[in-house]
Structures are given as structure tokens and as C-alpha cells.
């Protein structure tokens, strides 16, 4: 049996304008992951199990645009050798792949991505085809297309190389290393937002209006150029807290909060918290709300107060 298991993650800075070229702020969350278990088994056929979206089939019966089934057709590749070279393994005729995850989906914490990496590694060291980080962030960021049509990608790199990342589409991979630890309370609207519809109506705002919203995207990349440098010097987190009220306001400015966000992230500002904003998609899913650690039970609490359906405290190194 081979396992494989990969984080959730946070955008802290940047969601939206990153599609559009300017840099995002992206880190693992550990308290919640993503889990791959793939045996050898007697039945014919390569069989995927993931309860949590009551999912149990035979790969043949998965349309190509499925992002599971793609992603396994994806590790054996074009030339897939015969499974029975895998019998010895357990003296099976197929593979059952078991899939599940603590990850809220649709929710902005990266629970696609993470089943995908999760699921690419797996498979991929039970066939014996090691994979490289690049080949499977490659590959994720494949699969992540089928989930949200444009994705910038910075998703199944920051889950992939499972560090915090400062994500400019298109460029190298630019990890970053963090001076002083800091919390995060996370909370969640429990409200499902597709990314794919939110990122569609930005671009229709970017549609009708370039040279404003060029701008508004200047002004998102200029505060995650800050951020990072404020948290490389692990300094001022007061200033980091103000960099994410700004940029939580120019998300309000992109349509893509809510009032339910919008509650929460008062909520977190009123309880002692140095800054808050929405994180990911927007229009539901999560909210992240930086804290001194003292206060994280407190704002956590504030926020269960204010609606949130759960909150996880993490903190980020
Ligand atoms: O909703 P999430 O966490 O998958 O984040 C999406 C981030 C966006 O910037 C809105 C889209 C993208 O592809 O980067």
C-alpha cells in the first residue's frame, strides 16, 4: 500500500489580481489535509472511493473533464503499463484508490488542489514512477483548470511545495521564509462559492473597464510586495494587519465579498484582531484574521458568535 497526504492552504495577500499578473501570498494550513491510500486489490479495474463526495467508481466510467479521473490518467500516462507488472505487489488484478479529506470544499482553502497532489503522489510511488515537486505541480496545476477554467495556479503550488510561496503567474516558483512565526484564525462562512463564478465576474468588471481595474490590481500587488517584506522582517505586524484591511477593501471594490464575510471580518477587527480580509475566491468560504496568539480563542470565539460555521487557529512558520 502506498499513502500520500497534502495540506490545505490560505491565500493571505493577493486572490483576484494574481490572475491578472500581480503577486499573491500563499501558505500551508497543516491543521487540515487531504488523504491518498492506493492498494493492490483482487477485482480487475482501477476502483476510486471517496466517500466524501459519494463517489465510488471504475476510472472507465469517469468522463475525461473529471478532475480524479484525470488526474490518475494523468500519473499513468500515455502509455500506461499493464497492471498485472503491479501484482507482486499484493497479488491483485487491480487498484483501489481510497480518496478523503478534512478539507472544506469549495470553501478557498485549496481542497482540490490538495486531493490532487495527494492523489498524483500516491499513485504515483505505487506504480513506482516517481515524481518530481515540478512534474506534480505541473500536473495539478492541470487538473486545477478542470475545476476553475483560468486558475493562476496558485493553489496546487503553494500545496505542492507545501511552503509559503510568493506566487506570480507564470514565473518560477519563489518560496519565502517567514522572520517571526504569526497566528491566523481562519473562518468559515460555510457558504459553498465556486471560484470559477467569482473569478468570471471580475473579469467581466475587467471587461468593461480595463484602465481602472489595471489599477486596482497595481494597488493589490504593491500591498503583497509590502506584506511579503513585512513578514520576511517578522516585524510590525500591526502594519500587516493594515495591509490586509486595505486589501480587503479593494476585494469589496471587486464584488467578490459578502455580507456574511463581511460579518465576520468585523466581528474579528472588533475583537482585538490587527487586520482581517477574505481569502481566495470570495462570496463565501473562508475569512483569515491576523491575531496576536493571546487573543486567537477570543477572536475564534468572536467569530463562531458572529455566524462562522467553525474556525481553525494556525499559525504560520
Ligand atoms: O478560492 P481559492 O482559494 O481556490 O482561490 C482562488 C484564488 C483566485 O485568485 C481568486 C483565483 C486564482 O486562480 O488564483
Known sequence: MTRASAPGKIILFGE???VYGRPALAVPVTQVHADVEVTAAPRRGIWIHAPDVNLHAELASLSADHPLGAA??????PHPRPLSRFRERGGGEGIEINISSTIPVASGLGSGAAVTVALLRALSSFLLRSLSFDEVNSLAYEI?????????GIDNTVITYARPVYFIKGQPIETFTVGAPFTIVIGDTGIRAPTKESVGDVRKLWEADQARWEKVFDEVGEIAKSAREKIERGKKKEELGALMNANHALLQEMTVSSLELDRLIVAARVAGALGAKLSGGGRGG???ALVEKESAPAVAEALMSAGAKRTIITEVI
Open 16 to 18: 483576484h489580481a494574481v
Open 144 to 152: 486545477e483548470k478542470l475545476h476553475h477554467g483560468t486558475p493562476s
Open 72 to 77: 490518475i490518467r494523468s500519473v499513468f500516462g
Open 286 to 288: 473562508n475569512m483569515i
